[in-house]
């Protein structure tokens, strides 16, 4: 288990998880239902204890789920079968192990790429997306807004402009606002809202 994987797990161990409100995000179903995203192969990144998967699953999306936690997985996968859900969950480093290749309709993260402080990884994981998106998909990613107040927790922080330069040469950016992460904090952390569809090129 690398470094990476250790620390998550070992998160989701002392159940040190701020972000984790039970439930789906809030901003995920907005999207869906806004743009009117009809149910299809969808891949949930991050999926942590499967709330988001569960959700899409529920409205008939066909759902892939995956994390660095082998501990989130095994709840998650717990949760989805206590419901009768068919989510395939997968433990893994994504950025060493390549994302399926199923030509997914809509990718959702929730706090992915804004882990990643190297700028090469974030370009990795742009072109991960992309490679497993298809070309009429779209790609809904929660980040941390580097406009927040200053906090000792949250979530890491990228500004507008750290996003666009990373995202646009491969995505078209259809949506990039800014929101608030569900979360259990008295004060909910600001977010971007970044939705986008692969570039043609």
């Not at 942590?48 to 660095?68: E, R």
Request: glycine residues 6%.
């Amino acid at each position: 288990m690398n470094e990476r994987m250790n620390h998550w797990n070992e998160r989701y161990l002392t159940g040190d998880l701020p972000w984790d409100t039970g439930r789906h995000d809030s901003n995920l179903e907005r999207i869906i239902t806004e743009y009117c995203i009809a149910p299809c192969h969808a891949l949930d990144i991050g999926c942590g204890h499967g709330s988001n998967a569960i959700w899409l699953a529920q409205q008939g999306f066909d759902v892939d789920a995956t994390d660095l936690s082998p501990k989130a997985i095994e709840r998650a996968q717990a949760r989805a079968s206590e419901q009768g859900l068919p989510i395939r969950f997968e433990a893994g480093d994504i950025l060493a192990d390549a994302l399926p290749r199923h030509s997914y309709g809509f990718i959702f993260d929730r706090g992915c790429f804004h882990s990643f402080d190297d700028h090469a990884e974030q370009q990795r994981f742009a072109r991960l997306v992309r490679d497993a998106i298809a070309d009429d998909g779209w790609w809904l990613s929660l980040i941390g807004n580097a406009d927040d107040v200053e906090r000792t927790d949250g979530p890491p922080k990228r500004s507008a402009l750290q996003i666009v330069e990373v995202i646009e040469p491969l995505f078209e950016v259809d949506l990039l606002c800014t929101t608030h992460f569900d979360s259990n904090q008295e004060t909910p952390p600001r977010a971007w809202l970044c939705l986008s569809r692969p570039r043609q090129i």
